[in-house]
């Protein structure tokens, strides 16, 4: 296999890079060279925005597939900087669809959990995607992008992404929460959010998968665990011996000045787990997961 993993400083990027096969040919693509990068990737330094650069990568590799991780994913920035959401999360994953399509590879483009309204929860793949907010807005224009441009293409919606960075920092909302509830510092953590969270290693030997194996279509990447954020929060410290009394419960729609979020988001993973071998965990086997990794190539 040849891939192209776009965002590889992000931390969905990271554990992808980290379980590539060392068989494989890997590429990466990032804006700036990171603080660790992964043994047997070749990296590519440059600007997605540069459409010319990035059709002209993709057409001088040929890979057979593109694992598109990259996104503006700050749901108030996007709120507040609606063009360049548009461009990033739209724009750039429509020239990657199109180049895919030109060269025959397949597309593997992560959306999310949050293009619901979550009004009902426990989505399925055949649900109508409805955002609540602009960057929801921008995964739903992208995921038709995506599946209308060839048939070999798949849409992975990830669930909120919890675990501890295999590659680089990431943006890990874990090992914050672990360091601040260490210092004795105090969280906020949604009630009104329920998410089914997936484990960064399952999701990246998952989004692996996908890269090559024959589904096509949307697919949920979700874990078994249906959980409010503020429940999930103590949970984890809990499993982790950490103290609680940091762990403030809060309502993530009742903040001014915040772009809206979706009070249930939580997905159905039973498509996943027929289609994919990657098993779909709890919270706590995930979390086990993510502290225990330890790449075996």
């Not at 108030?76 to 548009?86: I, K, M, R, V, Y």
Request: glycine share 8%.
């Amino acid at each position: 296999m040849k891939i192209i993993v776009t965002g590889s400083n992000g931390f969905v990027a990271g554990s992808v890079l980290a379980q590539a096969p060392d068989s494989w040919e890997i590429h990466g693509i990032a804006r700036t060279e990171g603080n660790t990068p992964e043994p047997g990737v070749t990296y590519h330094f440059f600007d997605l925005l540069d459409h010319e650069k990035l059709r002209s990568l993709l057409y001088e590799i040929i890979p057979d597939a593109v694992i598109h991780t990259a996104a503006l994913a700050n749901i108030d920035f996007c709120e507040t900087n609606q063009q360049l959401a548009e461009d990033v999360n739209v724009a750039v994953t429509a020239v990657l669809a199109d180049a895919c399509q030109k060269i025959g590879a397949k597309l593997v483009f992560c959306s999310t959990d949050t293009v619901f309204e979550g009004e009902k929860g426990n989505y399925s793949e055949t649900d109508k995607p409805q955002g609540v907010n602009f960057y929801a807005d921008t995964k739903i224009k992208a995921e038709r992008i995506v599946i209308t441009a060839s048939q070999k293409n798949a849409v992975a919606r990830l669930s909120l992404v919890m675990g501890l960075p295999v590659i680089g920092k990431g943006n890990s909302f874990l090992g914050d929460m672990i360091q601040k509830l260490r210092n004795g510092e105090q969280m906020n953590f949604p009630q009104n959010e329920i998410r089914t969270p997936v484990d960064v290693i399952t999701l990246g030997a998952a989004l692996l998968e996908l890269a090559q194996n024959e589904f096509t279509g949307i697919i949920h990447l979700a874990g078994s665990t249906r959980i409010n954020r503020y429940e999930m929060a103590l949970q984890i410290a809990s499993e982790l011996n950490l103290p609680t009394g940091g762990i403030i419960p809060a309502n993530s729609n009742s903040i001014t000045g915040r772009a809206p979020r979706p009070n249930d988001a939580s997905m159905d993973n039973s498509l996943a787990k027929q289609i994919l071998k990657t098993p779909m965990l709890s919270l706590s086997e995930g979390l086990a997961m993510t502290l225990n990794f330890k790449t075996e190539k």
